[in-house]
């Protein structure tokens, strides 16, 4: 069983990663903190030392080792979907799911949250919301290829886990 939380920066991602795999009782895996933990440095440190386009080469790669573990919870990095060919391929790994939420919601959660993202770090909360609005019409048609969308009511980790449990049912009764 594997399930694939994609969304924008802020979005909630990792918090309902955790309760979900609790609930199902597999392995939780964010991407970002498995890349600072390889690399030994913070994803700040990455961009700055490396450059963005190079993270999103570390992304892909990342993608391709996704394939020998058999069961997890992924929180992707908000970017990971929308390069290459990413999003098709976590796809084809497991069950995609889409955090949506407004571009307004996404801006207030982020305001206190933007240390540790190098995209948004320093910027005024304005200059944030034109950010997120941009970006997000940008990356919208990427995060809405997830095989599950799921509304800002539906972001609990029991909608993910009966979803999660019926897909194995139906499974088993056809194999
Ligand atoms: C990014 C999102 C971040 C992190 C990096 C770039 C993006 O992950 O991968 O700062 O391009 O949206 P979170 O979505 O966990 O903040």
New binding site residues.
């Given amino acids: 069983m594997r399930v694939i939380l994609v969304?924008?920066?802020?979005?909630g991602?990792?918090t309902l990663g955790k309760k979900i795999a609790n609930r199902l009782e597999i392995p939780f895996i964010?991407?970002?903190a498995e890349?600072e933990a390889h690399f030994g440095k913070s994803?700040?440190e990455i961009?700055v030392e490396f450059g963005?386009s190079h993270?999103r080469e570390i992304?892909s790669e990342y993608i391709d080792a996704l394939d020998l573990r058999e069961e997890f919870v992924l929180?992707?990095?908000?970017?990971?979907p929308?390069f290459a060919n990413n999003m098709d391929r976590l796809n084809l790994l497991g069950t995609s799911f889409y955090l949506e939420r407004s571009p307004k919601e996404l801006t207030n959660r982020l305001m206190n949250?933007k240390a540790?993202?190098?995209?948004?770090e320093g910027m005024e909360d304005a200059e944030l919301l034109q950010y997120v609005e941009n970006?997000l019409l940008k990356?919208e048609e990427y995060y809405q290829k997830a095989h599950i969308t799921l509304s800002r009511s539906e972001q609990e980790p029991s909608q993910v886990v009966t979803f999660m449990h019926h897909l194995r049912q139906s499974q088993s009764q056809k194999s």
Avoid at 116 to 120: F, I
């Fill in positions: 969304g924008f920066m802020g979005s991602k990792t964010d991407s970002d890349i994803i700040s961009f963005e993270f992304e929180a992707t990095g908000g970017g990971m929308c949250a540790k993202r190098p995209l948004v970006t990356r």
